[in-house]
């Protein structure tokens, strides 16, 4: 069974801290690698897919990193308007093998940026 | 601009009533779209892949009959909650992928709340 586990659960800091959200996974057939930010009553939207151990992506302030058994979604010089759920989930084909549209999600962390 | 359009984002609806939940590919054609649940602090479950023109396929522990799913057209999937009780308020998002699935884009989410 596809397993994924963040942490922290939650995360405060302080504007301009940098910080480093973990997601650990176990997954037969990683074939992506997703990481979603979510704000309160709203659908999660999209940052990242990360399909090879070694890879790396940006976007702003924000970097995602894969490993093998992990990835990290490093925040540089955070601002309050970056609070918010981030989620991390992995991609497998179903049970058929044919589709990649299943999404295993972590339970995400909760970002809290102060001012 | 939006990707997936999910209409309503809210509905308040009486114990035994059903409700429907619109969920709108904008930017492509979507043989294959997915319903997701997530809980109030808890992370986003799928419960099934609906097919264009054919039948949806259920995870375990999802009730077909009590989760009508149509996918009439490649645009246009909805997810109808038959009989509604407390126990099903949730939220209730949908999900698109790119033609790979390199991309899984979410709608904004349907907050349901049965009284």
């Known amino acids: 069974e596809d397993q994924v586990t963040q942490s922290p659960e939650a995360l405060r800091l302080q504007e301009g801290e940098s910080s480093s959200l973990n997601c650990s996974y176990t997954?037969?057939?990683?074939?992506?690698l997703f990481w979603y930010r979510q704000d309160p009553g709203k659908g999660p939207e999209f940052l990242f897919t990360?399909?090879?151990a070694g890879e790396e992506k940006e976007k702003e302030r924000l970097k995602a990193t894969l490993t093998k058994k992990e990835s990290f979604l490093h925040i540089t010089a955070p601002k309050p308007e970056d609070s918010a759920t981030y989620l991390c989930?992995?991609?497998?084909?179903?049970?058929?093998?044919?589709?990649?549209?299943?999404?295993?999600f972590g339970q995400g962390t909760i970002l809290t940026v102060h001012p | 601009g939006a990707v997936v359009s999910q209409h309503p984002s809210r509905v308040i609806c009486k114990s035994g009533t059903s409700v429907k939940i619109e969920c709108r590919s904008l930017d492509f054609q979507a043989t294959t779209m997915f319903w997701y649940r997530q809980f109030p602090k808890q992370s986003l479950m799928l419960m099934a892949t609906?097919?264009?023109?054919?039948?949806?396929?259920?995870e375990q522990g999802v009730e077909k009959d009590k989760f009508l799913i149509n996918h009439a057209s490649l645009t246009l999937s909805t997810l109808t909650v038959t009989s509604a009780h407390p126990e099903d308020s949730s939220f209730y998002i949908c999900?698109?992928?790119?033609?790979?699935?390199?991309?899984?884009?979410f709608g904004s989410g349907t907050q349901l709340s049965v009284l």
């Open positions: 989930a992995v991609q497998a084909p179903d049970a058929g093998g044919t589709s990649y549209g299943k999404l295993t």
């Open positions: 990360l399909y090879s």
């Open positions: 609906s097919n264009e023109g054919s039948k949806a396929t259920y």
């Open positions: 997954v037969s057939g990683l074939r992506g």
């Open positions: 999900s698109v992928g790119t033609g790979g699935y390199e991309k899984l884009f």
